[in-house]
């Protein structure tokens, strides 16, 4: 079973993070925490996927402070996976993309957003810590009664403010992501959590001898 949940954890991040790098390399704006990332990217010097690591380490600790807990340590794993994929798929596979016409930008902002929400759907299967992005929403509604939507909406706006501090990549990019990311992972999610309940009841229903 950890084999199992290991394998949709990793080959779900896999597929988020090159979703969040096609977006990037779209030129057209970012989701609002990746932005910010790019922002402290550029005004740094450092690479996308460090700051989504030190963002991540930061938030951590502020949904600690917000659930009146300790910090979840594992959480870390998380995102220095999730920042270190980043990075090899922007410095490495995707150094050279750079689509120039609106069509390819837009359809490289298309997919993107397509395989995120697939990459989140498979990596949420394995139950493991959730990147501290998505827990902050959680925390948000938790603590102070919040229905879902509002706490998203706070945890986005939050961070869209700090990518407009820090100059990050805003654009109509950022729109359609915080549109349609949502509608892909609701439809996607409960295909890919059938087919690993499915798969683990019909294993654990094969006798032993």
């Known amino acids: ?12 991040l896999f597929i988020l993070t090159l979703g969040v790098s096609l977006i990037i390399k779209s ?10 990332a790019v922002g402290q990217s550029r005004m740094f010097g450092i690479t996308v996927g460090t700051a989504v690591f030190i963002n ?26 999730i920042g270190l994929l980043i990075d090899f798929w922007l410095l490495v596979v995707l150094a050279d ?15 993107g957003i397509l395989t995120v ?4 759907s498979i990596y949420l299967q ?47 990019g950022t729109i359609l992501v915080t549109l349609l990311l949502g509608f892909v992972v609701q439809y996607l999610f409960p295909i890919f959590e059938q087919l690993f309940e499915r798969d683990t009841y019909s294993k654990a229903a094969v006798p032993t001898e």
């Open 117 to 120: 929400g697939l990459g989140v």
């Open 56 to 81: 991540g380490i930061v938030l951590i600790i502020l949904n600690a402070i917000i659930m009146k807990k300790r910090p979840d340590i594992l959480a870390t794993l998380t995102i220095f996976v």
């Open 126 to 172: 394995a139950k493991f810590p959730a990147s501290p992005m998505d827990t902050l929403m959680v925390a948000i509604h938790t603590r102070f009664g919040l229905n879902l939507r509002n706490s998203r909406i706070i945890s986005e706006g939050f961070a869209l403010t700090l990518a407009f501090l820090f100059k990050g990549d805003i654009g109509i």
């Open 97 to 111: 993309f750079a689509p120039q016409a609106l069509i390819n930008q837009f359809l490289a902002i298309g997919f």
């Open 27 to 36: 030129g057209l704006g970012a989701s609002a925490w990746d932005a910010l």
């Open 1 to 12: 079973m950890m084999m199992k949940r290991s394998i949709f954890f990793t080959i779900g």
